[in-house]
């Protein structure tokens, strides 16, 4: 007698190892993303309240503010400093177009695979336009 039944597939838990070769859908991607540009925000807060601190009490205030960007902090040089602040331009703004995908997801009840493809390749995309459109400010290209 031949076992004709349709093998089922096996799932397994990933182990760091496979990290590398396991192709995650863009989806996961942007879910994994979203939570780590949320911990980003998070643990760069003291930095983000000191820069809006910095950047309002006074004239003298805002020249170190700005001086922050051309001559450092400290011992970190001012490129690095940009570079911080870039990073969590883009957190915010993967963070915020994937807050606003969810909710869109969760109010229309748009759960399709097709549709959560196509809205995470947006989310990408448009994350990545943006923070590269604001680094180019930020870093006076234009």
């Not at 009840?109 to 930020?138: D, N």
């Amino acid at each position: 007698m031949v076992d004709t039944s349709k093998k089922r597939p096996v799932h397994r838990n990933i182990h760091v190892s496979d990290i590398v070769s396991y192709r995650l859908p863009p989806a996961g991607i942007v879910s994994i993303l979203h939570r780590i540009s949320g911990a980003v925000m998070f643990l760069l807060m003291p930095l983000v309240i000191w820069l809006f601190d910095t950047s309002i009490s006074s004239e003298v205030s805002y020249g170190s503010f700005t001086a922050a960007f051309t001559a450092g902090i400290g011992f970190v040089p001012g490129v690095l400093v940009k570079l911080v602040v870039l990073g969590l331009i883009w957190a915010y703004l993967h963070h915020f177009i994937a807050g606003v995908r969810h909710l869109w997801m969760d109010a229309t009840h748009s759960v399709t695979k097709e549709l959560g493809h196509s809205s995470a390749i947006v989310t990408l995309a448009s994350s990545v336009v943006l923070t590269v459109a604001l680094g180019a400010k930020l870093f006076g290209l234009f």
